[in-house]
């Protein structure tokens, strides 16, 4: 309810002080968008929105709403790349700040959370209103952190990696036994901030409760992967590498984007598990390539 609340709310705040340079079209398009989002079909949303932009309409609404559709679909590098741009765009407007605060809510990052949280507060564009509920908010993440910390402090994802801790450390690990995440970067490198060159991410997802396929999880990731290279005028360039009934490796790049990724998924009795060894350049030689496969196939899940 939160979210639709502060989505009507973009909404109405662009209609009221919509300027007649818009044209109509853009005015269609919003709206279509706005619907798609509310409709939960974030793909959409992520398409007209980004054909908005495309077409050079700046708009920090439709930046805000970008970065939600995003996070509808799970990517939350691209939703925190739009309302970044969007509090570029508006730095004293508090929406961003706040959905910010909410996507580290989620990730349970809860210090960064309180942080936008704090910030949005300090501006005179949220109303009497907002900021009681946001000092309200706060002092319920301040407990709702209490408490996941006291889950986390003996848990450890029952998961391995074959990686030189001599270079790489563990730079972030969340979760409980239905979900978790866990983040490698090089040592040194500030991978909550995604200031990293090199990353290996491992996710788990539970098949009981996410009832995901391989071949369903591989297809929605790749359907988003090629959302987002149409929706910035770009190329997607993959290649599946192997693929049986249980696992599936492929690369991909972005043309533009100074980075490729490879990945591989698995299924095990237990769930889903989708490990990324991700690197900020645009190729990489044969040598490379077998280091980087040897280290996703050393990732190890329990069977059972």
């Known amino acids: 309810m939160k979210n639709f609340l502060k989505v009507f709310f973009l909404l109405v705040v662009f ?19 706005y619907d798609a989002y509310t409709q939960k079909d974030y793909k959409k949303a992520v398409k007209i929105f980004e054909n908005l932009l495309a077409q050079n309409y700046d708009d920090y609404n439709v930046y805000c709403l970008l970065g939600m559709s995003y996070g ?24 961003a700040y706040t959905f910010l605060g909410d996507m580290r809510r989620t ?24 900021k009681e509920y946001y000092s309200n908010l706060i002092n319920e993440v301040i407990e709702e952190q209490k408490e996941f910390d006291k889950t986390q402090a003996n848990y450890k994802p029952d998961i391995t990696v074959n990686l030189d801790m001599s270079i790489w450390e563990l730079a972030y ?26 990353l ?37 360039k993959l290649e599946v590498l192997s693929k049986t009934g249980s696992e599936i490796y492929f690369v991909w790049s972005i043309a533009g984007r100074n980075e490729f990724e490879f990945c591989r998924i698995f299924m095990t009795p237990k769930g889903l598990y989708f490990g990324h060894y991700a690197e900020k350049k645009n190729s990489y030689t044969a040598a490379e390539k077998e280091n980087i496969l040897a280290i996703l196939k050393s990732i190890k899940a329990p069977q059972k």
């Open 15 to 33: 209609i009221s002080s919509m300027c007649v340079s818009f044209a109509n079209s853009f005015l269609t398009d919003y709206r279509a968008g």
């Open 173 to 198: 690990s969340k979760g409980d036994d239905s979900n978790w995440i866990v983040e490698y970067g090089l040592i040194g490198e500030d991978v909550i901030n995604y200031k990293w060159t090199k």
């Open 72 to 95: 509808g679909l799970g990517q939350g590098k691209q939703a925190e790349a739009m309302f970044m741009a969007a509090i570029k765009k508006n730095p004293d407007n508090f929406p």
């Open 200 to 236: 290996v991410t491992v996710n788990f997802f539970d098949k009981n409760i996410f009832k995901f396929d391989l071949n369903g999880y591989y297809n929605n990731f790749v359907s988003s992967l090629q959302d987002h290279a149409k929706g910035i005028n770009s190329n997607l």
């Open 107 to 130: 990730q349970r990052r809860y210090p960064e959370a309180i942080g936008y949280y704090q910030k949005a507060l300090k501006l005179s564009s949220m109303s009497a209103e907002g």
